[in-house]
């Protein structure tokens, strides 16, 4: 086939439509990125191979260089990752792109010789070639060498017969595509990714009885996938924000490709990609970046954002995305999504804090700016292998900088670290009797699954509230039930009630992790401050006989990197149900405002007795002139009638909040009844 004809074809629009064009956006508003884009694309045209690049799903941080040919399957270390990222080629869009900003040759005729010698090598029917060929890698290497080839349209390397070479290549992995279609791929991401590639496929190959039928049974699958993998919420079902934006930058891909190509999709693929974008609007660190749950890295995920603002013209999106399109949209989207992105109007959403029911997790925030208090509480289902013990866990991010977080993913293989960063003790949550949550049985299957329950929530402009439990120890001797109670004052006040229903004596850990960037010093034996780089957050522990000590730990922002860090281990006994409070106030670094909390005695108005802690508790708080009292109540209490009685603030409800800063009479708000 002629170049030409490859290149333009009738009435097909793809990602962008002149490379040069977009090359000039990326020169003006891009040039650190694009200058990193070049010297990535010169190491691949020198053989030199890292996987460092904002999506790259396992990160590298050793590069691997071949002298002579490249052998494809080459593993560097025992973890087989290496090798299907290095049969991925999302190096080759580097190569793209520098040659689109720099004209140069060599990146054209890197890819070309790249190309033949892999579709000379690396054989479908080799069970040497078995690690190249799994579904998940043909269906990203679909994509990756389809936008690839566009950046080199009008280019001299890319002849006739490199064409027919590619055609080839690419119609037979589409062609393994059809081949597979069951049940796993109907609930794995694989399946999307695959199908995504089989699409991009019967899209951007030249239109032929064939590739008609590509495009139609892809939507088919695709339609089918997301229907069952994207909960109503938005979320998709396997608990990891960055597997949840790998499908999400697929249906991306197919709804964008759908209407520039005027391809009729079934509606529930729009319907839930819509919901996907507004799933990372409303999870969204105040940065921007991804939640690190489950088997996630800090990823700026505004890109996805910024690319739905477009596809769905939405204002809310836009103004969750970037102010222009980064490095990354702006390829996806081209000089059409340029046009449209900036004649969106920028849409703030009304709320800030967010209960998505399905997925079982809440976002409480404290504004929509960058520097605002973000809390993060879940307590969903695992999801699938991506999954981790993060039952009742919470992330704390204010001033920029992470307080509490989660501690990463870091590796794939199966042994220590792997299970050190699934367990329990990796999360801010509760551990019984030394038992942990779930047992790993390998790097993706768990023993002990259990149930996350009592998910509560509200919120309004001066409160968040988020509750909910699970039933992992129910089947100890004298079973637990734990329930964690999550009470936001806004802007800063943080509160932790952590209650446990049992008949029996047992012993309690809290697990708490720091970020890396700041220290951590204890106050007194209950009292802990850990000081950042820009935010200082007061820590103080309201249980009996609670024990706490520093504990060393890791946190991994990238796949094959972790960084040491603090964290805080309690641990206390008690007979019978019970609560353990924990309370933070968060503040800028160079604040010296202190917290102060004191238990306060409950009262029965009608009964005229003093209510036991068993029943119900009442904290008061002071911070940085906000003046507050707390009362939970552990179970009912009122029986006929009654109210309670806290610090003169009398009540009714099982979480309520006090504001003794109002002028006015104080009723109290009521965070759950």
């Known amino acids: 086939m002629k170049p030409q004809d490859f290149f333009n074809q009738k009435d097909k629009r793809f990602f962008f439509r002149d490379p040069a064009k977009v090359a000039a956006y990326v020169g003006e508003h891009c040039p650190r990125e694009a200058a990193g884009d070049i010297a990535?694309?010169?190491?691949?045209?020198?053989?030199?191979?890292?996987?460092?690049?904002?999506?790259?799903?396992?990160?590298?941080?050793?590069?691997?260089?071949?002298?002579?040919?490249?052998?494809?399957?080459?593993?560097?270390?025992?973890?087989?990752?290496?090798?299907?990222?290095?049969?991925?080629?999302?190096?080759?869009i580097c190569l793209g792109q520098a040659y689109a900003l720099t004209?140069?040759?060599?990146?054209?005729?890197?890819?070309?010789?790249?190309?033949?010698?892999?579709?000379?090598?690396?054989?479908?029917?080799?069970?040497?070639c078995a690690k190249a060929w799994r579904s998940i890698e043909v269906g990203l290497r679909l994509e990756y060498w389809l936008k690839a080839i566009q950046y080199f349209k009008n280019c001299p390397a890319i002849t006739g017969e490199v064409i027919d070479v590619f055609i080839g290549s690419v119609t037979e992995q589409a062609e393994f595509i059809m081949g597979i279609w069951d049940t796993y791929n109907l609930m794995s991401n694989w399946g999307v990714l695959a199908n995504h590639g089989l699409f991009l496929a019967g899209v951007m190959l030249p239109e032929t009885k064939r590739t008609r039928i590509y495009t139609v049974e892809a939507a088919r699958r695709l339609a089918a996938e997301i229907d069952m993998q994207v909960y109503r919420d938005g979320s998709h079902w396997e608990q990891s924000p960055m597997y949840h934006n790998e499908v999400l930058h697929c249906f991306l891909d197919v709804v964008l490709l759908a209407q520039r190509c005027g391809i009729d999709l079934p509606p529930v693929i729009g319907e839930k990609t819509l919901s996907m974008c507004l799933y990372d609007m409303k999870s969204a660190k105040p940065d921007g970046g991804e939640p690190m749950m489950g088997d996630s890295d800090d990823i700026d995920q505004r890109d996805q954002i910024s690319k739905g603002a477009v596809i769905f013209r939405d204002p809310q999106l836009k103004a969750r995305g970037y102010e222009e399109p980064d490095f990354d949209t702006i390829w996806d989207i081209g000089e059409e999504g340029l046009d449209i992105y900036r004649g969106l109007s920028h849409e703030v959403p009304e709320k800030a804090d967010f209960f998505l029911s399905d997925s079982g997790n809440a976002y409480l925030r404290s504004g929509w700016t960058e520097a605002a208090t973000w809390v993060h509480f879940q307590c969903g289902p695992l999801g699938a292998g991506h999954g981790h013990a993060d039952k009742l866990h919470v992330d704390l991010t204010s001033r920029g900088e992470d307080i509490l977080t989660d501690a990463g993913r870091y590796t794939y293989v199966f042994g220590g670290d792997r299970v050190a960063f699934k367990e329990l003790r990796a999360h801010n949550t509760l551990m019984v009797d030394g038992h942990d949550l779930y047992v790993c049985r390998d790097s993706w299957e768990c023993d002990r699954l259990t149930r996350g329950?009592?998910?509560?929530?509200?919120?309004?402009?001066?409160?968040?509230?988020?509750?909910?439990?699970?039933?992992?120890?129910?089947?100890?001797?004298?079973?637990?039930?734990?329930?964690?109670?999550?009470?936001?004052?806004?802007?800063?006040?943080?509160?932790?009630?952590?209650?446990?229903?049992?008949?029996?004596?047992?012993?309690?850990?809290?697990?708490?992790?720091?970020?890396?960037?700041?220290?951590?010093?204890?106050?007194?034996?209950?009292?802990?401050?850990?000081?950042?780089?820009?935010?200082?957050?007061?820590?103080?522990?309201?249980?009996?006989?609670?024990?706490?000590?520093?504990?060393?730990?890791?946190?991994?922002?990238?796949?094959?990197?972790?960084?040491?860090?603090?964290?805080?281990?309690?641990?206390?006994?008690?007979?019978?149900?019970?609560?353990?409070?924990?309370?933070?106030?968060?503040?800028?670094?160079?604040?010296?405002?202190?917290?102060?909390?004191?238990?306060?005695?409950?009262?029965?108005?009608?009964?005229?007795?003093?209510?036991?802690?068993?029943?119900?508790?009442?904290?008061?708080?002071?911070?940085?002139?906000?003046?507050?009292?707390?009362?939970?109540?552990?179970?009912?209490?009122?029986?006929?009638?009654?109210?309670?009685?806290?610090?003169?603030?009398?009540?009714?409800?099982?979480?309520?909040?006090?504001?003794?800063?109002?002028?006015?009479?104080?009723?109290?708000?009521?965070?759950?009844?």
Request: aromatic share 14%.
């Open 453 to 673: 329950v009592n998910q509560r929530f509200y919120a309004d402009d001066r409160y968040g509230y988020a509750e909910g439990g699970h039933l992992g120890y129910t089947a100890l001797p004298e079973g637990v039930y734990l329930n964690r109670r999550v009470i936001y004052i806004k802007p800063d006040i943080l509160i932790l009630a952590d209650e446990f229903y049992t008949a029996g004596t047992h012993r309690y850990n809290q697990f708490f992790h720091f970020g890396e960037q700041g220290t951590l010093t204890q106050e007194s034996r209950d009292s802990w401050t850990y000081l950042g780089k820009k935010a200082r957050a007061q820590m103080r522990f309201l249980s009996p006989e609670i024990r706490s000590r520093e504990m060393d730990t890791r946190v991994s922002r990238h796949y094959n990197e972790w960084t040491p860090a603090k964290g805080i281990e309690t641990e206390f006994s008690a007979a019978g149900s019970g609560c353990a409070f924990t309370v933070l106030g968060v503040c800028d670094s160079a604040d010296s405002g202190a917290l102060t909390v004191e238990k306060l005695p409950v009262y029965s108005n009608f009964k005229h007795i003093q209510f036991t802690d068993a029943e119900i508790e009442a904290l008061e708080i002071r911070f940085r002139g906000q003046h507050s009292i707390v009362v939970i109540a552990h179970r009912e209490y009122a029986s006929p009638t009654d109210t309670f009685l806290a610090g003169g603030c009398v009540g009714f409800g099982s979480a309520v909040v006090f504001d003794l800063c109002r002028e006015e009479i104080e009723t109290g708000t009521v965070l759950a009844w």
């Open 103 to 128: 004209g140069d040759e060599k990146y054209a005729q890197a890819f070309v010789k790249q190309m033949m010698h892999w579709v000379g090598t690396v054989k479908k029917d080799d069970p040497d």
């Open 40 to 92: 990535a694309a010169d190491e691949v045209a020198a053989q030199r191979f890292m996987f460092t690049l904002r999506w790259d799903m396992e990160r590298t941080r050793e590069p691997v260089m071949f002298d002579g040919d490249i052998d494809w399957l080459h593993q560097p270390g025992d973890d087989p990752e290496w090798v299907y990222a290095f049969n991925r080629m999302r190096f080759w």
